[in-house]
C-alpha cells in the first residue's frame, strides 16, 4: 500500500483532527481561567480553520488537482467526485454550525462543545465515503456518540439531560439493529465490502438483514415509528446541535441508505418495497399531522424532518439511478433549509431563556426583516415551494419514483399511488409551514413578541446568507449539483 | 424577446419594492405604477404586433436537460389576451392601492411576485416551467390576503391557499403521467412536443380529469369553487382584483393549454361533463348571488358566476365556443376587477361597509360612483356595447353547436339570473331607502372620486367598451390560435 498517496487521500480528515487537537489543547491550556467568550472565539477560530482547510483540499480533489486514491482495499474508502462531494458539503454544512454555536455559549466546556461538532463532521465524512460494512458502522457509530453527548452539553436543563437520555437509549438500541442486519448481510454474502457485492437475490435471510437494517437507519433517519426520540431531542438539545443532528446525521444515514441498498436485485428488490413503502406512507402521515398540533417550532421542525424522511423513501423505493440521485439531492436541500430554519431559530432565541412557542416571533418582520426574510426562504424550501430547492428535489423524488416502472411496462405503472399520498401530504404540510410564516410574517409586532434579537454577529449572518442562497441557486439552476452528485461510484 | 421583459420587470420591481423603507410609501406606489405600466406596454406592443396563429417563440434554453426540462418560454393567441388583461389589473390594482401605507414595501413585493408569476405561467411554452409559475403565484395571495385583509382574513387566506395547492397536487401527478405517457424520445416536458405526442385513449381519459380539475379548482369550478368568494371577500382590493381578474384566468388557461391542448380526446370523452359542471357554475353562482347581503360577497359569487361561462366555452370544443371562452376570460378579469374596486376600494372607503341594508340611496349621495357601478354591472350582466356580451354569445352560439339544448337553456337560465342579481343588488345598494333612524348621517353626500380612481375605472371600462365595440380586435387573434389547437383534434 502507498502510505503517501493515503496521507495524501486523507489529508482533510487529518486536518480536521489536527484542529481537533489545537482546540482542546489551547483551551486546556493558554486559555484556562480566560473569560468564556474569549474561549468561544478561539475554539471557533481554530475549528473554522481546520474546516476550511479540509474544505479547500477536498475541493481541490473533486477538481482533480490533487491525487486520489480512488478506492482501498475491502471498500473501506470509495473516493469519486460523487462522494467527494457529498464530504465536501458536509465539511460546508459543518463549518456552517460552528458560528451558531459560538453564539449560543450553553456550556463552559467550550473546546468539547467544539470537538464534538468536529468529531460528528469527520464521521460523516467517513460514513458517505464507506462502502465497507464496518467501517460505515463505525464512522455512523462516531457521528452518533458525538451527537449523544452534545445533546446533554447544556447542563442546567433537566430537559436536555432527559432528551439525551431518550436519544442515547433509543440510538443504542438502534444501532444494535443495524448492526445486526449487517451482521446478516455478512453471513449471506461472505463480504464486508459493499462494492464487491453486486445482485443480491431473494432469499428469507438478506430481507431479514434488509428489515433489521430499515430499523437501525429509520431510527437515524427518525423515520416514523422509530421517530419518538426526535420531538424530544429537536426541542431540547441546544439548537445549533439540533440544527446539525437534523440535517448532517440526516446525510450521512440516507447516503448509507442507498449504498446498502445497491446491490439489491430486482426479485429483493420486490420483497423490500412493500416495508419501505410502509415506512413512507406512515412517516408522512406521523410527521404531517403530528406537526399540525405543535406549538412549539423546534417541535414542529422535528415533526417536519419525520414528514420529509418519509418523502425520502418515496425516491428508495424507486431502486434506480434516477431514484439514488434524486434522494442524495433532496436529502442535501432538505438539510440545508432545515440547518438555515434552525439557525434563524438559534439566532432569535438564544437570549429568550426558555423554549420558543411559535408566537413568540410574532412581528419579526418588523424587528428583524432579514431573518424574517431568511426563514420565509427556508420554511417555503422545506414546504416545497417553486422556484426553492425544496420543490426541485420533491419533484425529483416523484419524478423517479414514477420512472421505476420497468421498460416495456405501460404508462401507469409507476408508484403513482405513493406520490399522490405524498402530494395530498404535502398540501396538509403546507398548513403548519405558513403557520410558522403567519408568525414571523404576519402576525402585528405588539402581539405578544418575546424575541429580542442580540447582535446577529457576522459569522452567523453570513452562514444564513449563504444558506439561503444556496436553497434558491440550487433551486433555479440544479444542473451542476446533479452531474457531481450522478457521477457512477 | 420583449415579452419576457413582463416576467423580469415584475420580479425585479418586487425585489426593488420590498428594499425600499416603508416609510417611503409615496415613492414606492409611484416605482409600483411605473412597473405595472411597462408590464402593460409590452403585453400591448405584443398584442399589436401578432398576427398568425403559430407560437411566437421567445426564448429556449436548456434548464435541467437530465430530467427533459427547458426554459422556453412563447406566446400565441391564446396566451395575448390574458398578458393583456394581466397588465391592465396590474395597473388599475395600483391605482386604486393608491392609499395604502401600511407596510407598504412588502405589499408590492408580494403583489409583483404574484403578477410574475402569472405573466410566466401565460408565456411558458415548457410544462414544467409552466407549474413552476403557477406555485409562484400561490405563495403571495396568501401574504397578500393574510395581512392586509379584511375581517376573517386568517381563514379565508389559508383556504385559499390549501385549495390552491390541492389543485397543483392534482395537476402535478397528472404532469408526471403525461411526461412519462407520451412515448417521446428524449423524454420532454416541452408543450409543442408534447402536443404532438401520442397518447393512448385510456391515459387521456385517465388523466384528463386529473388535470383539468386540477386547473379548474383555481378556475373557481363548482364544487371547488368555496375558496374564491371567501379569498375575494377578505383579500384587499388589489390582491382581489388579481384574483377575480387574472388568477382564476389561470385555471382557466391551464384547462385550455395543458389539459385540452394535450388531451383531445380526454377532452372530448369528458365534454358532456365539464358542460354540466359549468351550467351549475353559472345558474349556482348567480342565485348565491341573489341572495347575499354583503355586497362584497355579490361580486364574488357573480365572478363564480361568470367563470362557469368559460368552462362552458372549453366544453364546447369548437371554435366559436372556445374563442368565446378565452373572450370571456379577458372581458371578466377587466369588469371583475373593476366591480372587486368599486365595491371593495371606492364604494367601502366612504360608506365603511358593505351591507347592503345599511345603504341609503346612494345615488343621491355619491351619483357620479353610483352610475359609474350602474354602468358596470350592465356590463358585467352582459349589456350589448360592453366585451361580457360578445364573448357570452359565442360561447352560447357554440354551445348550441356541439352541446345538448338543456345545457343551451341552462346557461340561459343563467343569464337571466345574472339579469336579476344584478338589478335587484344595484337597486338595494344605491335606489332603495332606509329608516333614516337608524342612520343620523343619511342626508351627508360623499366626496367624489379621486383621480386615481378615476383614471382605474376609465381603463378598465374602456377596455371593456373597446372589445365590446371592436371584439375582432381580440378574437383575429385568439382564432387562428385555436383552430391549430382543434386541428389536432381527433374525428
Redesign the interface.
Known amino acids: 500500500m502507498d502510505y503517501q498517496q493515503l496521507l495524501l487521500t486523507l489529508l482533510p480528515d487529518l486536518l480536521v483532527v489536527v484542529a481537533l487537537f489545537a482546540a482542546l489543547g489551547v483551551d486546556y491550556s493558554r486559555l484556562r481561567g480566560s473569560r468564556l467568550a474569549k474561549r468561544y472565539e478561539v475554539a471557533f477560530q481554530i475549528s473554522a480553520a481546520g474546516l476550511i482547510a479540509g474544505l479547500a483540499v477536498l475541493v481541490l480533489q473533486i477538481a482533480e488537482t490533487m491525487p486520489v486514491m480512488e478506492s482501498t482495499a475491502d471498500g473501506q474508502l470509495e473516493l469519486t467526485r460523487s462522494t467527494l462531494t457529498l464530504k465536501a458539503l458536509l465539511y460546508a454544512m459543518g463549518l456552517g454550525v460552528l458560528p451558531l454555536a459560538k453564539r449560543d455559549q450553553i456550556t463552559p466546556q467550550v473546546s468539547e462543545y467544539f470537538a464534538l461538532l468536529l468529531l460528528a463532521t469527520l464521521g460523516m465524512g467517513f460514513v458517505v465515503t464507506s462502502r465497507n460494512l464496518l467501517g460505515a458502522f463505525v464512522a455512523l457509530e462516531l457521528v452518533s456518540l458525538s451527537l449523544y453527548a452534545m445533546t446533554v452539553l447544556n447542563q442546567a436543563s433537566r430537559a436536555s439531560a432527559e432528551a439525551a437520555l431518550k436519544y442515547l437509549t433509543f440510538g443504542a438500541v438502534a444501532s444494535g439493529f443495524l448492526l445486526f442486519g449487517l451482521s446478516y448481510l455478512y453471513g449471506a454474502t461472505g463480504q464486508l465490502d459493499l462494492t464487491q457485492m453486486t445482485g443480491l437475490k431473494y432469499s428469507p435471510m438478506l430481507v431479514l438483514a434488509y428489515l433489521l437494517i430499515f430499523v437501525g437507519l429509520g431510527f437515524k433517519l427518525a423515520l416514523a415509528p422509530f421517530h419518538l426520540w426526535a420531538p424530544d431531542v429537536y426541542q431540547n438539545a441546544p439548537t445549533p446541535v439540533a440544527g446539525w443532528i437534523g440535517s448532517g446525521s440526516k446525510i450521512a444515514a440516507a447516503a448509507l441508505l442507498i449504498a446498502l441498498l445497491k446491490p439489491v436485485s430486482s426479485t429483493l428488490k420486490d420483497a423490500l418495497i412493500p416495508a419501505l413503502a410502509a415506512l413512507a406512507v406512515l412517516s408522512m402521515v406521523v410527521g404531517n399531522l403530528g406537526a399540525l398540533r405543535q406549538t412549539n417550532l423546534k417541535r414542529l421542525l422535528a415533526y417536519s424532518a419525520i414528514a420529509n424522511a418519509g418523502y425520502l423513501l418515496v425516491g428508495v423505493v424507486a431502486f434506480s439511478a434516477a431514484g439514488n440521485t434524486s434522494v442524495i439531492f433532496y436529502i442535501l436541500v432538505y438539510s440545508l433549509a432545515s440547518l438555515g430554519a434552525f439557525g434563524v431559530v438559534a439566532v432569535l432565541t438564544d437570549t429568550l431563556g426558555r423554549d420558543a412557542e411559535i408566537n413568540d416571533f410574532n412581528g419579526c418582520w418588523k424587528t428583524t426583516p432579514g431573518l424574517a426574510a431568511a426563514f420565509l426562504v427556508f420554511v417555503l424550501s422545506l414546504a416545497g415551494i417553486p422556484p426553492l430547492a425544496g420543490f426541485l428535489g420533491k419533484f425529483y423524488l416523484f419524478f423517479a419514483a414514477i420512472e421505476a416502472a420497468p421498460e416495456a411496462a405501460s404508462w401507469h405503472d409507476g408508484f403513482y399511488w405513493l406520490v399522490a399520498f405524498a402530494l395530498i401530504m404535502s398540501v396538509v404540510s403546507l398548513y403548519y409551514y405558513l403557520r410558522v410564516l403567519k408568525a414571523f410574517l404576519v402576525a402585528p409586532a405588539d402581539d405578544g413578541a418575546a424575541i429580542t434579537p442580540s447582535k446577529i454577529g457576522w459569522a452567523a449572518g453570513v452562514t444564513l446568507c449563504v444558506l439561503a442562497l444556496a436553497v434558491v441557486a440550487l433551486g433555479l439552476w440544479p444542473e451542476p449539483l446533479l452531474a457531481l452528485l450522478k457521477n457512477p461510484s | 424577446m420583449t415579452a419576457l421583459l413582463t416576467i423580469i420587470l415584475s420580479f425585479i420591481g418586487a425585489l426593488v419594492c420590498g428594499l425600499m423603507p416603508s416609510s417611503a410609501h409615496r415613492r414606492i406606489r409611484w416605482v409600483a405604477l411605473a412597473v405595472a405600466a411597462a408590464g402593460l406596454a409590452v403585453s400591448m406592443v405584443c398584442c399589436v404586433k401578432y398576427s398568425g396563429g403559430e407560437f411566437v417563440i421567445l426564448l429556449e434554453a436548456?434548464?435541467?436537460?437530465?430530467?427533459g426540462i427547458g426554459f422556453i418560454t412563447g406566446y400565441d393567441g391564446i396566451s395575448l389576451p390574458l398578458l393583456l388583461v394581466t397588465g391592465l389589473v396590474a395597473v388599475c390594482g395600483v391605482l386604486f392601492s393608491w392609499t395604502l401605507e401600511t407596510?407598504a414595501n412588502?405589499f408590492y413585493a408580494f403583489y409583483f411576485a404574484l403578477i410574475g408569476g402569472v405573466y410566466g405561467v401565460f408565456l411558458s411554452l415548457d410544462l414544467?416551467l409552466l407549474?413552476?409559475f403557477y406555485?409562484?403565484a400561490?405563495?403571495p395571495k396568501?401574504?397578500l390576503i393574510?395581512?392586509w385583509g379584511g375581517a376573517r382574513r386568517?381563514f379565508a387566506a389559508?383556504k385559499l391557499?390549501?385549495y390552491s395547492?390541492?389543485g397543483s397536487?392534482l395537476v402535478?401527478?397528472g404532469m408526471?403521467?403525461l411526461?412519462?405517457?407520451s412515448g417521446l424520445t428524449p423524454l420532454t416536458f416541452d408543450l409543442r412536443e408534447l402536443m404532438g405526442a401520442n397518447f393512448?385513449r385510456d391515459?387521456q381519459v385517465?388523466v384528463f380529469p386529473l388535470i383539468f380539475v386540477g386547473f379548474a379548482i383555481m378556475a373557481g369550478m363548482w364544487p371547488f369553487h368555496t375558496w374564491a368568494p371567501t379569498g375575494h371577500v377578505a383579500a384587499p382590493t388589489a390582491a382581489s382584483m388579481l384574483l377575480a381578474g387574472v388568477v382564476m384566468k389561470l385555471g382557466a388557461y391551464g384547462c385550455l393549454r395543458v389539459a385540452v391542448g394535450l388531451l383531445p380526446a380526454g377532452a372530448q370523452d369528458w365534454a358532456s361533463w365539464v358542460a354540466v359542471v359549468a351550467v351549475i357554475n353559472i345558474v349556482y353562482g348567480a342565485l348565491v348571488a341573489l341572495k347575499q347581503d354583503d355586497f362584497k360577497y355579490v361580486i364574488g359569487y357573480s365572478s363564480v358566476s361568470h367563470m362557469g361561462f368559460v368552462l362552458l366555452g372549453i366544453a364546447t370544443l369548437n371554435l366559436t365556443g372556445m374563442t368565446g371562452a378565452v373572450l370571456q376570460m379577458f372581458s371578466h378579469g377587466v369588469i371583475g376587477a373593476l366591480l372587486f374596486a368599486l365595491v371593495g376600494t371606492v364604494i367601502y372607503s366612504r360608506t365603511k361597509t358593505r351591507m347592503l341594508d345599511e345603504l341609503h340611496r346612494l345615488i343621491d349621495r355619491m351619483p357620479g360612483i353610483a352610475w359609474v357601478f350602474i354602468v358596470a354591472g350592465l356590463a358585467s350582466m352582459g349589456l350589448p356595447g360592453f366585451s361580457g356580451f360578445v364573448s357570452e354569445l359565442y360561447v352560447l352560439i357554440g354551445a348550441w353547436g356541439s352541446l345538448s339544448g338543456w345545457i343551451v337553456a341552462g346557461a340561459g337560465a343563467g343569464i337571466l339570473l345574472t339579469f336579476g342579481y344584478t338589478l335587484v343588488k344595484i337597486h338595494e345598494a344605491f335606489f332603495r331607502e332606509r329608516s333614516p333612524a337608524v342612520d343620523n348621517q343619511a342626508e351627508t353626500a360623499y366626496p367624489p372620486m379621486t383621480l386615481p380612481e378615476k383614471t382605474g375605472v376609465a381603463i378598465l371600462l374602456g377596455a371593456a367598451l373597446l372589445i365590446g365595440l371592436c371584439p375582432w380586435l381580440l378574437t383575429d387573434k385568439i382564432s387562428p390560435s385555436l383552430k391549430l389547437m382543434l386541428e389536432r383534434f381527433p374525428n
Open positions: 436548456d434548464w435541467i436537460p437530465s430530467l407596510r412588502q414544467f407549474f413552476v406555485e409562484i400561490v405563495v396568501y401574504f393574510a395581512i386568517q389559508m391557499v390549501l395547492f390541492g397536487a402535478l401527478l408526471l403521467a411526461y412519462f405517457g393512448s391515459l385517465v
